[in-house]
């Protein structure tokens, strides 16, 4: 069966402090894709990232990255220079090739960023 | 473009009446999922239209149900209320299956 633990349930960190946000995946499926979301208080996911399973490569996106490890099967993302608007719930999720729409998301990480 | 769109925001329904969620997906999306959160219980997927026709269903009561009209607009029902189903309702739409997917920004519901 599927399933994404995310094994930090909160984290603080204080302004300006790199922080990882850890990701651990289970699949049995050779063909699978990974994301992260952001859910500000507001509600709404935000997508950050997606990568398929044949893309092993580490990802930037300015003060973002993204390493995914299959060999581990993580897919652990890093804030770099945190920043108070960082804080939010962030949410790892694993979807997989089969007929219609399959996710499972993990539990979420809550990220504060204090000034 | 706009994005997934969700009405209503908010709402307060009592215990035993039903109510009806609406969800308009991104311009072309095809696929609409819904999804319910709640703090004990995290994301649940509830179900997924592609083309009029639900493909996926999560684990959730027949008092769940939902429908996806030909200009993929989707709505979603919870009849019979309980306390239980207080909890913010996601949708989620996105091209095909295998794609990324994209959130509105919820409704909440409050069931007293």
């Given amino acids: 069966a599927q399933k994404v633990t995310q094994a930090q349930t909160e984290i603080s960190v204080v302004e300006k402090e790199d922080v990882t946000l850890d990701c651990v995946y289970e699949t049995r499926d050779t063909t699978y894709y990974l994301f992260w979301y952001k859910q500000p208080p507001s509600g709404e996911l935000v997508f950050l990232i997606r990568r398929n399973s044949f893309d092993e490569q580490n990802e930037i996106s300015g003060r973002y990255s993204w390493n995914f490890q299959k060999s581990t099967s993580s897919f652990n993302f890093t804030i770099t220079a945190s920043q108070v608007v960082d804080s939010a719930v962030y949410f790892c999720a694993l979807s997989w090739d089969n007929y219609g729409q399959n996710f499972v998301f993990g539990p979420g990480t809550r990220l504060s960023v204090l000034p | ?112």
């Avoid at chain 2, 179900?47 to 149900?65: A, H, L, M």
């Avoid at chain 2, 607009?73 to 739409?93: I, K």
Wanted: hydrophobic share 30%; charged share 15%.
């Fill in chain 2, 1 to 112: 473009k706009a994005g997934v769109t969700q009405t209503p925001r908010y709402l307060i329904k009592t215990r035993g009446q039903q109510v009806t969620l609406s969800c308009s997906p991104i311009s072309g999306h095809r696929s609409v999922s819904w999804y319910q959160q709640t703090p004990g219980q995290g994301l649940q997927f509830l179900f997924e239209y592609f083309s009029e026709t639900q493909r996926n269903k999560g684990n959730f009561p027949g008092r769940f149900s939902g429908r996806q009209f030909s200009n993929s607009r989707s709505e979603m029902n919870v009849s019979t209320l309980e306390l239980g189903d207080s909890a913010l309702y996601l949708c989620a739409s996105s091209l095909v299956s295998g794609n990324t997917i994209y959130f509105g920004e919820g409704s909440w519901l409050t069931v007293v």
